[in-house]
């Protein structure tokens, strides 16, 4: 937790189907709802930045895959020797 005064936050109009699954999940991690909603912020505000193409593609080639056809290869490889 950050040393910042907390602030409140309220949140109209949620859907019932939404609350019912927040109830759920609070309950199986033996939060509240307030407790369950604070964990879902803090996970979704923490979450890496989302890659740039280029790193894709790099992350792609640095695992040997250069092109749809090698992929379709392997994949037929794997196929044919079940």
């Known amino acids: 937790m950050h040393s910042e005064d907390p602030v409140v936050i309220t949140i109209k109009n949620v859907p019932k189907g939404m609350a019912v699954q927040l109830k759920a999940r ?18 979704a ?4 930045p989302k890659m740039a193409v280029e790193d894709i593609v790099a992350r792609v080639r640095a695992r040997g895959l250069r092109s749809p056809s090698e992929s379709a290869k392997i994949v037929r490889e794997m196929r044919d020797a079940r």
């Open 26 to 43: 609070a309950k199986g991690n033996h939060r509240s709802m307030q407790g369950e909603a604070m964990s879902i912020l803090e996970s």
């Open 45 to 48: 505000l923490t979450l890496r």
